[in-house]
């Protein structure tokens, strides 16, 4: 089998442009709302959605955050290599703000689970939710679903899906590769 282009070029900022209209339908100016993004790949979806709502909503201050989380994964003692961990850059409290975690792909909700114990290094959010870019949809080890989603996929545990970013790949591109 051959790996499948699932999303790119127009499609793929049309998307960004969606998530973005459907943030602002639940959130209004964003004066009572963050935007954290989960390292590593979760940050590049996080600033181009801030990046957009910025020109959406001009004047507004849109707050964004990047979360490490690798010494929060529940399998980070079991990996055989070094751990090189990333950098946390939020510089605001999220006590009583509605947090919206982004990521660009979710599969088995143990990313999201690690991310939501970093968070409370930075106070009790009124509210958590998920935006990601990619819902694979099964094969969840803990019941986490998202509030937004970009595209759902169905795939099976050999195949992956990788998402590339113009900021760090040179194209937007979301790919289904088959091992």
Known sequence: ?????????QKFQITI???CRQLIENHNDFSDSVIIGIQPRGIYLAKRIAEEL???????????????ITFYRDDF???????VPNQTKIDFIT????VIMMDDVLWTGRTIRAAMDALQAFGRPEKV?????VDRRYSRHLPVSADYTGIEVD?????????SWKEADSEDR???VNE
């Not at 089998?1 to 070029?9: K, P």
């Not at 006590?95 to 509605?98: A, L, W």
């Not at 939710?129 to 870019?133: F, G, P």
Request: glycine share 10%; aromatic share 0%.
């Open 77 to 83: 003692r079991r990996r055989g290599e070094q751990l």
């Open 155 to 163: 795939s099976i545990a050999s195949q992956k899906v990788v998402v």
């Open 174 to 176: 979301i790919v289904l």
């Open 129 to 133: 939710e998920l935006l990601v870019l």
């Open 1 to 9: 089998m051959q790996n499948l282009t699932l999303l790119d070029g």
């Open 54 to 68: 910025r020109k959406i909503l001009p004047g507004k201050t849109i707050l964004q955050g990047d979360l490490d």
């Open 17 to 19: 442009q969606r998530l």
């Open 95 to 98: 006590e009583g703000k509605k």
